[in-house]
């Protein structure tokens, strides 16, 4: 009976899903680390199918634990929205929110959001842009966009907008199953640099790689540079080269189904910092005022 499952094993689950560890999952729930171990083989009783690859630096996601992560994280969205729907102010408003975002954040996070405000305010519409970050930060100061979503870390004097992160994600190594590297636990970045590269040019990929690895006084053997990041996965996940990339775009598999692992990296690497900027001079309008709160409660910021 679907009563055997509860919201607190779906929450552990959720966040050993998304951390990659279950120490990591216990220290952000709260509980230990036999308390997570411990729903989520119940889960996989329940489902009878293995939710977890349990590898000595972590865990990731089978098939199964993908397809069932997506609706464990709309259950817990759900929840999580009818909780605040309250607080929200009523679905009367109307108009549209001028609103710009970039590649990566258009791609892989501001879709599932979007859905979830036009559930609570299906009268309020996007005049949505796909632009590069100089151009959502040039078009809200100059008041042709309210709100740009864009990678907050690559931007300069951020003290020129308002601004807010919405969510902080790790970057870690890339590489296809079977590659040495994945051996072991923790690779440095020397380790990574002895080693083919496959560089990620879109949203300023190139800059924001060289940052960190200009700071370690290392170079990056690049093998191939490429914008369409299913093509990166297709060339990691055949072992043609490694890549560092956040967990935000991170997928286990490339179109064709060839495994990609992700490791964490022993070197101190910046966090990819996804985040709200408008013109700090200007009053939104409702519409935008509502989607700027939304946004800052639903990514739990």
């Given amino acids: 009976m679907t009563s055997d499952v509860t919201l607190r094993q779906l929450r552990y689950f959720a966040a050993a899903a998304e951390s990659g560890q279950f120490s990591l999952a216990a220290a952000s729930m709260f509980v230990s680390q036999s308390a997570i171990t411990n729903a989520i083989l119940l889960l996989e009783e329940r489902l009878a199918a293995r939710l977890f690859d349990r590898k000595p630096h972590g865990v990731s996601l089978t098939a199964e634990g993908q397809r069932f992560y997506q609706h464990?994280?709309?259950?817990?969205?759900?929840?999580?929205?009818?909780?605040?729907?309250p607080r929200l102010?009523?679905?009367?408003?109307?108009?549209?929110?001028?609103?710009?975002?970039?590649?990566?954040?258009?791609?892989?996070?501001?879709?599932?959001?979007?859905?979830?405000?036009?559930?609570?305010?299906?009268?309020?519409?996007?005049?949505?842009?796909?632009?590069?970050?100089?151009?959502?930060?040039?078009?809200?100061?100059?008041?042709?966009?309210?709100?740009?979503?864009?990678?907050?870390?690559?931007?300069?004097?951020?003290?020129?907008?308002?601004?807010?992160?919405?969510?902080?994600?790790?970057?870690?190594?890339?590489?296809?199953?079977?590659?040495?590297?994945?051996?072991?636990?923790?690779?440095?970045?020397?380790?990574?640099?002895q080693q083919p590269y496959i560089l990620l040019t879109v949203d300023e990929g190139e800059e924001s790689n060289r940052r960190y690895w200009v700071d370690s006084g290392l170079t990056p053997n690049i093998a191939f540079r490429t914008s369409v990041m299913e093509a990166l996965r297709g060339l990691v996940a055949h072992r043609f080269g490694v890549t560092i990339l956040s967990d935000m775009v991170y997928r286990p598999w490339s179109l064709e189904g060839k495994r990609i692992e992700a490791r964490p990296i022993l070197d101190a690497i910046p966090h990819l910092e996804v985040g709200l900027i408008w013109a700090s001079d200007a009053t939104l309008s409702d519409p935008a005022e509502a989607l700027r709160q939304f946004l800052i409660q639903a990514c739990g910021s």
Avoid: C
């Fill in 89 to 193: 102010r009523g679905k009367a408003l109307s108009g549209a929110i001028r609103i710009a975002a970039t590649y990566s954040v258009l791609g892989y996070f501001l879709p599932p959001l979007f859905a979830r405000f036009r559930a609570h305010y299906p009268d309020i519409d996007f005049d949505l842009h796909d632009m590069g970050r100089r151009e959502v930060e040039a078009a809200v100061l100059a008041g042709e966009l309210e709100l740009g979503v864009l990678i907050l870390s690559n931007v300069e004097k951020r003290e020129r907008f308002g601004h807010h992160v919405l969510m902080r994600s790790r970057r870690q190594l890339w590489a296809g199953a079977g590659h040495p590297l994945l051996a072991q636990p923790y690779p440095s970045l020397a380790d990574i640099a």
């Fill in 72 to 85: 464990a994280r709309h259950i817990l969205d759900s929840l999580q929205d009818a909780l605040r729907e």
